[in-house]
Nanobody, 116 residues
Framework: QVHLVESGGGLVQPGGSLRLSCAAS????????MSWYRQAPGKNRDLVAA????????VYAPSVKGRFTISRDNAKNTVYLQMNSLKPEDTAVYYC?????????WGQGTQVTVSS
């Protein structure tokens, strides 16, 4: 079955960096678009970034464009989110997602806290 496991979250000061990873299994990873979402307390789960199967196209939420970079390694079945210049408003649980034939699959999430 589809399995997504995020890692790399933690506590970081404003202006700092983190790199999130999402290890995937149970499906043909290289064939599907992968996405990162985030959800802050009391707010909706929103798209942060997405990357197509061949990594030819990436999209970003306006709030993170220029600061975050999504990438993937199809040989390792892993998608990454490099987060630079972090702000307190980036604090959230970050989730990895894949949508396969109209079904969304999510990881368990990893907490990112930006605070001094």
């Amino acid at each position: 079955q589809v399995h997504l496991v995020e890692s790399g979250g933690g506590l970081v000061q404003p202006g700092g960096s983190l790199r999130l990873s999402c290890a995937a299994s149970g499906f043909a990873f290289s064939s599907w678009t992968m996405s990162w979402y985030r959800q802050a307390p009391g707010k909706n789960r929103d798209l942060v970034a997405a990357i197509t199967s061949a990594a030819g196209t990436t999209v970003y939420a306006p709030s993170v464009k220029g600061r975050f970079t999504i990438s993937r390694d199809n040989a390792k079945n892993t998608v990454y989110l490099q987060m630079n210049s972090l702000k307190p408003e980036d604090t959230a649980v970050y989730y990895c997602k894949v949508r396969i034939t109209e079904t969304n699959y999510w990881g368990q999430g990893t907490q990112v806290t930006v605070s001094s």
